[in-house]
């Protein structure tokens, strides 16, 4: 919460205002969490809200706050060891990434493989750094021993991971799915990390991680847990950014291009990252193109890219 120009930290606090003067409380959403609304004052419908203090009265206001189902998730499985050869078995684990800017505190969450029997609590204090990482191990000691240079691990959760494949899924404090990844060891997934040592790495962290395409194994034997991944990034040289993307509340997505007058370009999209298809063609101007989607779209998801055609 800010208070006029204070942003308040810790908790009770006080300070002292004149009567009937205005103040302006802001609401500050924690990551992966949206404002819905002020409870206990009237007609209040706006985000800022702004106030005089009763002479001689007591007010209770209260920002009120739920889980944003189209942020994007502060923390994400990154990378997962689940089958090891035997003669360099560190235990199965798995990397958590914060995307975010500010510390992200994992205290009371709760990580689950396919089956409800099989959970792990995170402790007080387990906190992830901003753009750090952290390694969830089914054996501390092993891990340690392997990797005894990443300082931010905890254990042991108490079940193995899937050889075969496994459901792997990451709940807050509140009970709510923050992240889910389902992963095999048959294509389209990468086959490499059954047996050889090498892990499943993410290639973009900030890329959707439940399509087998994100994937790939990693460049080093062993994997890369505790930094970034190894593995080579999804996009290809010819790929191109675009510069906004927005989505309508009617579900409209607006896509802006910066383009070279002349050149010819490609806007394709697709369900899973696997299959894509072609869906604009355009002749840049030198300016920046925009393309509007507004076909319904049958599934969870939907991703776009552009590329520079011959």
């Not at 499985?77 to 914060?98: F, K, Q, R, S």
């Amino acid at each position: 919460m800010r208070l006029n120009s204070i942003k308040l930290e810790t908790f009770p606090w006080q300070g002292t205002y004149f009567e009937s003067v205005p103040v302006e409380l802001q609401p500050l959403p924690a990551p992966g969490y949206r404002f819905a609304g002020w409870a206990g004052v009237e007609n209040a419908d706006s985000t800022v809200l702004t106030t005089a203090l009763p002479e001689d009265q007591e007010i209770t206001v209260t920002a009120m706050f739920e889980p944003d189902p189209g942020a994007i998730n502060a923390i994400v499985i990154t990378e997962i060891n689940y089958h090891a050869p035997d003669a360099a078995d560190p235990g199965d684990w798995v990397e958590l990434h914060n995307g975010w800017n500010v510390p992200i505190d994992l205290s009371g969450w709760v990580f689950k493989d396919d089956q409800e029997a099989h959970h792990f609590q995170f402790q007080e204090g387990t906190v992830i750094e901003p753009g750090g990482y952290l390694a969830l191990c089914s054996d501390k000691a092993r891990f340690e021993l392997q990797f005894p240079n990443v300082n931010q691990c905890v254990g042991d959760f108490p079940f193995r991971l899937g050889n075969a494949g496994d459901t792997l899924r990451l709940f807050d404090f509140t009970g709510v799915e923050v992240d889910t990844v389902s992963y095999k060891d048959s294509a389209p997934w990468p086959v490499e990390p059954d047996g050889s040592g090498r892990t499943l790495s993410l290639r973009d962290v900030a890329g959707e991680n439940s399509a087998a395409a994100s994937w790939t194994a990693s460049v080093s034997a062993t994997g890369t847990p505790g930094k970034a991944n190894d593995g080579p990034p999804l996009e290809s040289q010819n790929s191109l950014r675009f510069t906004s993307v927005s989505v309508a509340p009617d579900g409209v997505v607006t896509l802006m291009l910066p383009t070279t007058a002349g050149c010819r370009y490609s806007v394709q999209k697709s369900a899973d990252l696997a299959t894509w298809m072609d869906w604009r063609q355009v002749v840049g101007s030198g300016e920046d193109e925009q393309f509007k989607d507004d076909v319904v779209f049958l599934h969870s998801h939907r991703f776009y890219r552009a590329v520079e055609s011959e």
